[in-house]
């Protein structure tokens, strides 16, 4: 039996696509679209401690800026424990940027 206590929250990381790069009109002529850059990540503290519900927060403040975030792959990451809710001041149920 383990000693180790469930998560308190959450660290969710959202992959952000890329847009394709545009042509450079002063290049050589343009044969199709644009290579995606690498993608990039966001990651936000989430006093939930259901990791399904706390992506569900994640994907709920991140839509409120831009509506395709809700088609962002997201997954939580790593459990913060309640000490460490405490230290980043964080209510229940609260999503904020890392």
């Known amino acids: 039996m383990s000693d180790k206590a469930l998560p ?5 990381q959202v992959t952000v696509d890329a847009a394709p790069a545009q042509p450079n009109p002063d290049a050589v ?5 644009g290579v995606k850059d690498a993608p990039s990540f966001q990651y936000f503290n989430v006093a939930i401690a ?3 519900k706390a992506m569900e927060a994640t994907k709920k403040l991140m839509a409120k ?3 395709s975030a809700v088609h962002w792959d997201m997954s939580a990451v790593r459990g913060l424990s309640a000490a460490e ?3 980043l001041d964080l209510k229940s149920g609260e999503v904020k940027p890392a």
């Open 8 to 12: 308190a929250g959450w660290v969710v």
């Open 50 to 52: 259901d990791s399904a």
């Open 65 to 67: 800026g831009d509506v």
């Open 29 to 33: 002529p343009w044969r199709g679209p």
């Open 85 to 87: 809710i405490a230290a």
